[in-house]
């Protein structure tokens, strides 16, 4: 005679199994106060997309020059005025901001050109510079085709 397999000789993974069958119709069947909770993590998802996006705005480099500018320097004046030849940025979230300056001296000097940064130019005395007199001239010429 066979005798069948009892009850008490069950395997631990099958009780468990047993156990997540028969609760799982309990969790999967919506209560009645379980609309709130999916408006809240409706609302949880648009709010962390909303930060990854500010986060992602927020790393934005602010540039202190750009091509053209004219610049001078406020410690050495011996380097006379320079132009911005060139901005390179990093596309790499928390890369570099550099500009190239040529000034009146010949040389071709790098800065960092991220104002967020402590090393930037500005700190270090590059300023741009500003002849009221170029404006002058500028808007005569406009105005009234002197040049």
Request: contains cysteine; positive net charge.
């Amino acid at each position: 005679m066979r005798r069948g397999k009892s009850p008490q000789k069950k395997s631990v993974a099958q009780l468990r199994r047993s156990e997540e069958l028969s609760q799982a119709p309990a969790r999967s069947a919506p209560a009645p106060d379980s609309a709130p909770a999916a408006d809240v993590s409706l609302t949880l998802k648009h709010f962390q997309r909303r930060r990854e996006t500010a986060i992602a705005e927020r790393e934005d480099k602010r540039l202190f020059l750009r091509v053209g500018d004219e610049v001078d320097h406020l410690r050495h004046e011996e380097w006379g005025i320079g132009v911005a030849m060139e901005v390179m940025t990093s596309s790499v979230p928390g890369g570099t901001c550099l500009v190239r300056v040529r000034f009146q001296d010949g040389q071709l000097r790098c800065f960092n050109n991220d104002l967020d940064n402590q090393a930037c130019c500005y700190y270090f005395g590059v300023r741009r510079y500003w002849n009221p007199s170029h404006g002058v001239d500028a808007v005569s010429a406009k105005f009234f085709g002197r040049g």
